[in-house]
Nanobody, 126 residues
Framework: QVQLVESGGSLVQAGDSLRLSCAAS????????MAWWRQAPGKEREFVAH????????NYADSVKGRFTISGDDAHNTLYLQMNGLKPEDTAIYYCARKTSVLAAGIRREYNYDYWGQGTLVTVSS
């Protein structure tokens, strides 16, 4: 049974750092492409970062490039999102998701992801 469980969300101040975790079970994390998405209050869910099959490549939304880093850990079968220089506009519920295909196409399309976690809330105060 595939399961994704996020953790690490918190209330922080602008400029702080935070690391989110996504524990995967029921499959081997590195055999799939994975991503982080987020949904701010009153807004649609948006793409944040993607890591390719076997952790070979990474892509980021322009809004987080240079501040966020996505990574995977085979030993713990866990996906991470290291967030530095947090801004109030980063406030959102953050979700990890498993992509249906290892192909690079469509990483910024929600319908290309088949399993999602329940989300973890990040709140950044100014």
């Amino acid at each position: 049974q595939v399961q994704l469980v996020e953790s690490g969300g918190s209330l922080v101040q602008a400029g702080d750092s935070l690391r989110l975790s996504c524990a995967a079970s029921g499959f081997t994390l590195s055999e799939y492409a994975m991503a982080w998405w987020r949904q701010a209050p009153g807004k649609e869910r948006e793409f944040v970062a993607h890591i390719a099959y076997r952790f070979t490549d990474r892509n980021y939304a322009d809004s987080v490039k240079g501040r966020f880093t996505i990574s995977g850990d085979d030993a713990h079968n866990t996906l991470y999102l290291q967030m530095n220089g947090l801004k109030p506009e980063d406030t959102a519920i953050y979700y990890c998701a498993r992509k249906t295909s290892v192909l690079a196409a469509g990483i910024r399309r929600e319908y290309n992801y088949d399993y999602w976690g329940q989300g973890t809330l990040v709140t950044v105060s100014s």
